[in-house]
């Protein structure tokens, strides 16, 4: 596990998802000029505690990593060298604080802010049937789409399309036609469905995947300027 920890920080994922929209949805609806303020706040990830801040134009991850690993898997790692008190990591700009604990151990502290979307050109909210819909550019006619559910007690389902998606139940409801490419590792799929599909699809749990759901809590509100 701590070694894990470790490959975790140095590791850069990039994707898209499976099923991209050819243009922003909901297709009649026009772009917000800022998140609605019900949906703004501070909000906490059920499934790792992590921070998430909703203003009314950006929507930011803050996550704290506390690990401790060997001295020598650092040392064997061709991306990581620790000199003092700090680990530098290979394409990571900031260096890491570190404590050495002994001559074998050393423990850390990564904090990651990462800016899921915010307001501009290629990434659009719009608002449907009391959701928020995040529209986000990937390239021409490529836009991935996502959904802020409203819950009770101000709580927020986040809703994706994902690798778990049901492809076969994209496919009953409208057309695809598949992007697919070599430097893909799995199939992909662009669709332009008609608003009647898109409500389907919507309503759809095995394509629209709750990725994560937001317990609202209080915070301070210095920290969500």
């Known amino acids: 596990m701590r070694i894990l920890i470790l490959v975790l920080i140095v590791m850069v994922i990039s994707c898209s998802p499976p099923v991209v929209f050819e243009q922003a949805y909901p297709s009649d609806q026009e772009d917000l000029k800022e998140i609605p303020s019900s949906f703004q706040g501070a909000f906490i990830c059920e499934s790792d505690s992590a921070l998430v801040l909703i203003s009314d134009n950006s929507i930011v991850l803050h996550k704290t990593h506390y690990f401790d690993t060997n001295v020598r898997h650092v040392e064997e790692r061709e991306d990581c060298k620790i000199v003092d008190d700090k680990m530098y990591v290979t394409g990571r700009l ?16 990564v904090k990651e802010t990462d800016t899921l979307f915010v307001m501009q050109e290629e990434s659009v909210a719009r608002m449907y049937n009391g959701h928020l819909v ?3 550019q ?9 959904l802020l559910a409203p819950e009770f007690g101000g709580n927020i389902s986040f809703k994706a399309i994902t690798n778990t998606t049901n492809i076969k139940n994209v496919k009953k409801v409208t057309h695809t036609t598949d992007i697919t490419s070599g430097r893909d590792k799995s199939s992909r ?6 608003m009647k599909e898109f409500d389907e699809l919507l309503a759809d749990d095995k394509v629209f995947v709750e990725c994560e759901y937001l ?3 209080q915070l301070d509100p210095i920290f969500l300027n």
């Open 189 to 194: 799929y662009r669709v332009r469905p008609t």
């Open 134 to 136: 995040i529209n986000q």
């Open 215 to 217: 317990k609202r809590v």
């Open 138 to 146: 990937i390239k021409e006619k490529e836009w991935s789409v996502s």
């Open 94 to 109: 900031e260096c890491i604080a570190v404590t050495l604990v002994n001559d074998t151990l050393v423990r850390g502290i």
